[in-house]
């Protein structure tokens, strides 16, 4: 039986484009008998407050999406993830580096790397004996590193996306953990995926580059490596991922407006080559015959004006 998850950053309220990717998440598992968690990764960003935690179940119940077993937070996993960095830095996979965000800035090569950012130059790597050093010469309390092996490409085959290759050169050296003491994203997520036994992951294919440093890292720590599945983001007219220009997209705002949460599921269904009318009644009737193969390979496009109070 597959187990996926649904992995949501409360960083601030779920939008179409999160209920979209979760839906589909949904439909996907539960169209094939399957398990799926709910693990709020509320490491992710500035400190998290509990209330949007809270926020983040009551869209998702709201959108009537369920899932199984206890709510999982990334924060109470803390020694599991500190175990991992001490098993890269054991294996010399990993090293302090002391930069700033403006440093990399500064030395980067390309200005404009796209939306994760410059690749890191690595100006770090083999540049400090220890955490200890670095700290000593900088004042800084340093982040950790993986070692991206050079002139490598890292191959993700894809459920919904097909075969992605990544050369090495464009990942950079990525955060494993943050100066300020506490695990990064990628190493997170591979810690948790494979402690929870997940082994399907769909999410939105802004994340597509992040399978490959994921898998780099699951290599290294020789844990399995769970099935990919990236689907389109919703974009707004001008064809970039939706965000607060857009208007307020966000599934707590439309609620507030009196939009009907059977109106949302319609529209998230017209976006994925469903059925609307049986999105009406709740996202059980849409399971049946689901096939993620046949979800539209373009973005969707939000306009204004698609979901107004009934
Ligand atoms: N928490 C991440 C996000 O909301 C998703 C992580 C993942 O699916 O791996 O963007």
Same mark, same amino acid.
């Given at each position: ?9 409360p960083?601030g309220?779920l939008h179409l484009?999160?209920?979209r990717?979760f839906? @589909?998440?949904?439909?996907d598992l ?11 990764? *509320?490491?992710?960003? +500035?400190r998290?407050r509990? !209330?949007a935690?809270?926020?983040? @179940? !009551? ?6 999406l369920?899932?199984d077993g ?5 924060s ?15 294996a010399?996979?990993v ?5 700033s965000?403006?440093d990399?800035?500064r030395?980067a ?8 950012? +410059?690749?890191y +130059?690595?100006?770090?790597?083999g540049?400090?004996q220890?955490?200890a !050093?670095?700290?000593?010469a900088t ?6 590193r ?5 002139g490598?490409r890292?191959g993700i085959?894809?459920?919904?996306a097909g075969?992605?290759s990544f050369?090495?050169e464009?990942l950079? *050296?990525f955060?494993?953990w943050?100066?300020?003491?506490t +695990?990064a994203?990628?190493l997170?997520?591979v ?23 994921q898998? &780099?890292l699951?290599?290294?720590?020789d844990?399995p ?5 990236h ?5 707004g007219e001008?064809?970039?991922r939706?965000a607060k220009?857009?208007? *307020?997209?966000?599934?707590?705002? &439309?609620?507030r407006?009196?939009v009907e949460p059977?109106?949302?599921?319609a &529209? ?7 059925d !609307?009318?049986a999105a009406?009644?709740g996202?059980?009737?849409l399971l ?5 193969e046949?979800?539209p390979?373009?973005?969707a ?9 009934g």
């Amino acid at each position: 039986m597959p187990r996926g998850r649904l992995a949501p950053s409360p960083t601030g309220v779920l939008h179409l484009g999160n209920a979209r990717t979760f839906l @589909l998440a949904w439909l996907d598992l539960r169209s094939r008998g399957g398990e799926l968690l709910l693990r709020v990764e *509320d490491l992710d960003g +500035p400190r998290v407050r509990k !209330e949007a935690v809270q926020a983040t @179940l !009551e869209d998702l119940r709201w959108l009537g999406l369920d899932w199984d077993g206890p709510v999982v937070l990334q924060s109470h996993r803390l020694d599991r993830h500190r175990a991992a960095l001490e098993r890269l830095q054991e294996a010399g996979l990993v090293y302090p580096c002391t930069c700033s965000r403006r440093d990399i800035e500064r030395a980067a090569s390309a200005p404009h790397a796209g939306e994760e950012g +410059p690749v890191y +130059p690595g100006t770090c790597r083999g540049r400090w004996q220890d955490a200890a !050093e670095a700290e000593a010469a900088t004042g800084r309390r340093p982040a950790w590193r993986f070692r991206v092996p050079e002139g490598q490409r890292i191959g993700i085959e894809d459920r919904f996306a097909g075969h992605r290759s990544f050369p090495s050169e464009g990942l950079g *050296d990525f955060v494993v953990w943050k100066r300020d003491g506490t +695990p990064a994203y990628q190493l997170a997520v591979v810690v948790d995926d494979a402690e929870q036994g997940v082994d399907e992951i769909l999410r939105g294919e802004d994340l597509l580059p992040s399978a490959a440093r994921q898998r &780099l890292l699951q290599e290294a720590l020789d844990l399995p490596l769970p099935r990919q599945a990236h689907v389109p983001l919703v974009v707004g007219e001008d064809g970039r991922r939706l965000a607060k220009r857009h208007g *307020d997209t966000s599934l707590a705002g &439309l609620r507030r407006q009196g939009v009907e949460p059977a109106e949302v599921r319609a &529209l998230l269904a017209r976006w994925s080559g469903l059925d !609307e009318e049986a999105a009406r009644a709740g996202p059980a009737a849409l399971l049946e015959g689901f096939a993620l193969e046949r979800v539209p390979r373009e973005p969707a496009v939000w306009r204004p004006g698609l979901l107004d109070p009934g």
